[in-house]
C-alpha cells in the first residue's frame, strides 16, 4: 500500500528547474530521510508532497487519491506539514497556536492540546507568545501543533535546525517512534542523524534522485561522496557507521 506516490515531477520557477523529473513512492508507514546539498530541491519537493505547491508538470497521489481532487480540510487531516520557516498573522500564545493545530480534525480528545503541550516540555511555556520565544522554543510550538492531531503522513522541512543537540535529538526520535504506524518524511541537513535514525534515506542533485536505499547500503555509495563534493571518511562506531569529511 502507497501513502504518497510522485509520477513524472517537474517544478520550474522563475526559469530555473527545481524538481526535475523525480517520481518516488512512499509507504503507509516508515522513517525516510532526504538529504542532499544546499540548493538541491528538498524543500520544494516536500512542499509539493504537501499540496503547498503545485507542480510544472507530473502528478501526485495521497492513498491512491489525486491530491489536487481533495479538499484543504482532507488535506489537512492527511498530511502534517512542518516548514522551515513560519510566522503566524498574529501574535498567538503557545497554547492558541497549539489549539490551532488541533483544529485541523473535526474529532479530536479533549486531553490531546495537553498531552502534546508535556510531550514537547511546552506547558511551562503555554501562556507565552509566539514573539517572545526562542528559535528553539517556536520549533518545538510548531511541531506540536502539527502533531497534535497525529497525521498519518508527516512531512517536516529539517524541524530541528534551530534546536539545540538534545532537543535535535528528542525530536527526531520522536519522529522515528511514530514511523511504526505512520509516515514520517523528514528533511535533514545532519547527515550523521539522518544514517543513525532512519530506515530510509533519499539522496537529491538538482532537483533528481540521485540514491534511495537504506542506510547501511548507502553509507558505502560513492554517489554521497559526488553529490555533497567531498570524500567521507566511513567510520565504524558501535551504532554503526559514521560518516566525516576528509
Known amino acids: 500500500m502507497t501513502a504518497i506516490a510522485a509520477e513524472g515531477l517537474s517544478c520550474t520557477r522563475g526559469g530555473a ?14 522513517s525516510v530521510a532526504i538529504i542532499g546539498p544546499n540548493g538541491a530541491g528538498k524543500s520544494t519537493l516536500i512542499k ?14 495521497l492513498a491512491g487519491r489525486d491530491l489536487t481532487a481533495l479538499s484543504n480540510r482532507a488535506r489537512a487531516e492527511m498530511i502534517g506539514y512542518v516548514p522551515q520557516h513560519f510566522e503566524p498573522h498574529w501574535d498567538l500564545t503557545v497554547a492558541e497556536l497549539v489549539q490551532l493545530g488541533a483544529e485541523r480534525v473535526a474529532h479530536l480528545h479533549k486531553n490531546a492540546v495537553a498531552a502534546i503541550l508535556t510531550e514537547y ?29 497525529d497525521p ?10 534551530s534546536l539545540d543537540i538534545r532537543h535535535r535529538i528528542d525530536v527526531i ?63 565504524a562506531t558501535p551504532y554503526g557507521p559514521l560518516l566525516r569529511p576528509i
Do not use: C
Open 48 to 61: 509539493l508532497l504537501a499540496g503547498i505547491e503545485m507542480p510544472t508538470r507530473g502528478r501526485i497521489q
Open 152 to 161: 498519518p503522513t508527516l512531512l517536516a522541512d529539517e524541524p530541528g535546525a
Open 121 to 149: 516540555e511546552l506547558s511551562a511555556l503555554q501562556h507565552r507568545r509566539w514573539s517572545t520565544l526562542s528559535g528553539g522554543e517556536r520549533a518545538r510550538v510548531l511541531l506540536a501543533a502539527v502533531l497534535v492531531v
Open 173 to 235: 526520535t520522536a519522529l522515528v517512534r511514530r514511523s511504526k504506524d505512520r509516515l514520517s518524511v523528514v528533511v535533514m541537513h545532519d547527515l550523521e542523524l539522518a544514517f543513525r535514525y532512519f530506515e530510509r534515506v533519499i539522496v537529491i542533485d538538482h532537483g533528481a534522485i540521485v540514491a534511495d536505499a537504506a542506510p547501511s547500503v548507502l553509507i558505502n555509495d560513492q554517489r554521497l561522496d559526488n553529490t555533497f563534493g567531498v570524500t567521507f571518511e566511513r567510520l
Open 17 to 30: 528547474t527545481l524538481i526535475d523529473g523525480l517520481s518516488v513512492s512512499l509507504g503507509p508507514a516508515g
